[in-house]
């Protein structure tokens, strides 16, 4: 009986996950990545770092399990945008990736997500997020669309630079970061979030070992008492 109410219980875990409704929470102003988890900060010494000034992709690379492939620009230049082509995210000292106007960027995941976090620089509308599973598009977010940061390009405060956590996504194992004009700017990217139905699945596992654990120690005790 036990068993029967576990599995049902994990059941209604997995359908839950058929209604998705995203929610965007923006984190506080200076926080740049999320308290805890792994997140992609472009900072190994294997990840292609461009001259600040210079357009050329960074290419395809993979950091801390997670693959980047696409036009982006990974770079650091020190607080300095004198070119006018992307500029540092406030407040973050760092390597971080630029995506130029008209350009793409794919981050793909081993695993189907549900969740997803970066630290967005100088948020424009024209600044996009396209969520994929496989080869269908489930979600798409905006810059206008991460309220209360301000989507005009700002790049002096906090207003219009900050951590974007995006939860209750339909599952996705990709994410395609594109801008229609110069740039889309962000760091500190997520490093992936095991979907709903992979953590019922998981348990449901767990639960399996638990009672195959059962049923053995039940028998050992069976047969001790058997034995006396």
Known sequence: MRGSILFGALAALVLSSAAHSETITILAPTVLAPPSGTVVTFDESGVPLVTYGLTTPSGSFTEDGVSFSGSGIVMNNFGGDSEGIYAQPFGDPTNY????????????????????????????????????????????????????????????????????????????????????????????????????????????????????????????????????
């Open 97 to 228: 990736m630029a995506v130029l106007g008209g350009d793409s960027e794919t981050i793909s995941y081993s695993q189907l997500d549900s969740e997803f976090g970066l630290y967005w620089g100088s948020v424009d509308t024209y600044n996009s997020l396209e969520f994929y599973d496989g080869t269908t598009l489930v979600a798409t977010v905006t810059g206008g669309e991460v309220a209360p940061l301000l989507a005009d390009g700002g790049q002096g405060s906090y207003a219009s630079n900050g951590y974007v956590f995006i939860s209750g996504l339909p599952a996705f194992n990709s994410v395609v970061v594109s801008s229609s004009q110069n740039s889309f700017e962000f760091d500190n990217v997520t490093a992936g979030v095991p979907e709903l139905t992979t953590w019922a699945m998981m348990l449901l596992g767990f639960a399996g070992l638990g009672f195959v654990g059962y049923r053995g120690t039940k028998k050992n005790t069976a047969a001790v008492a058997t034995a006396r």
